[in-house]
């Protein structure tokens, strides 16, 4: 009897301690975070680079260094608009004064369009993910050549900004 009574004791420690290591249900992380809300801020150059995209293996050169010796672009974002301060920038590859700006896809952007106030549109491939909590904005521009009729990629920008 005692035998039996030792053997369902263990058993229930067992099942008790098997219950307990069990892991936990993930709790709801909520809803998924606004694209467009993230953009909303303003944002200034941290680091530039140049890719050679022509060459067998495209390298990267990093070209802060070059804007830091003027002012450094600043890009403000509202829900719909856009302005470039880039009054005294040494190259400026994101227009001047103001425009709208809207994402190729809300949900899942994978390039962000600027219509300037003189009509000139822009293109810019997003560098990552843009969420309110992120603190980096990821902008690339490639440049193309045409020979023959043909065309050919040449160089690319890539220009990553800080939030303020």
Not at 141 to 147: H, Q, V
Request: net charge positive.
């Amino acid at each position: 009897m005692k035998s039996i009574l030792n053997f369902l004791l263990l058993i229930i420690l067992f099942s008790a301690s098997f219950i307990s290591c069990r892991p936990k249900k993930f709790n709801d992380i909520g809803l998924e975070p606004s694209k467009s809300k993230g953009l909303q801020a303003n944002w200034i150059l941290s680091h530039a680079y140049v890719i050679d995209e022509a060459a067998t293996s495209p390298d990267k050169l990093d070209i802060t260094s070059f804007y830091q010796t003027k002012a450094l672009p600043t890009l403000i974002f509202t829900e719909t608009t856009f302005t470039a301060l880039t009054l005294g920038t040494v190259k400026n590859y994101f227009g001047s004064g103001s425009g709208t700006w809207s994402f190729d896809n809300n949900n899942y952007p994978t390039s962000l369009h600027i219509n300037y106030s003189n009509n000139v549109k822009d293109t810019f491939l997003l560098g990552g993910t843009i969420r309110p909590t992120d603190s980096t904005l990821k902008l690339k521009k490639t440049f193309y050549y045409y020979k023959k009729g043909v065309k050919n990629i040449a160089y690319s920008y890539i220009w990553e900004f800080v939030r303020q």
